[in-house]
């Protein structure tokens, strides 16, 4: 199972197309991103990113995970969001 870190950086990388950009959105350096993403791709066994000098771009298999994480990911921040509100007694 990946951890919410790789998760996360995956999504954030999946965006932004751009280690940089992805480091400064996640508050970390740039070789944290990259070192999260090759261990996630480790744990799938397959690169979910093509890397040049130049561009970063989903493989085949990383926009099938990002369709199919995608929706997944939104869906238990949202019903995070709703028992914090529910915690504080918001409905």
Do not use: C, N, Y
């Not at 990388?13 to 280690?19: G, I, M, P, Q």
């Not at 959105?25 to 799938?44: D, G, N």
């Amino acid at each position: 199972m990946a951890e919410t870190r790789e998760v996360e950086s995956f999504l954030a990388l999946a965006e932004e197309l751009h280690f940089g950009r992805t480091a400064e959105r996640l508050r970390v350096s740039t070789a944290q991103v990259s070192q999260t993403i090759r261990k996630l791709e480790r744990r799938i066994g397959a690169p979910l990113f093509t890397r040049t000098s130049r561009r970063v771009e989903l493989t085949p298999l990383g926009r099938q995970l990002l369709a199919e994480l995608g929706p997944a990911w939104s869906a238990v921040g949202a019903a995070l969001d709703r028992a914090a509100e529910a915690g504080r007694g918001v409905t």
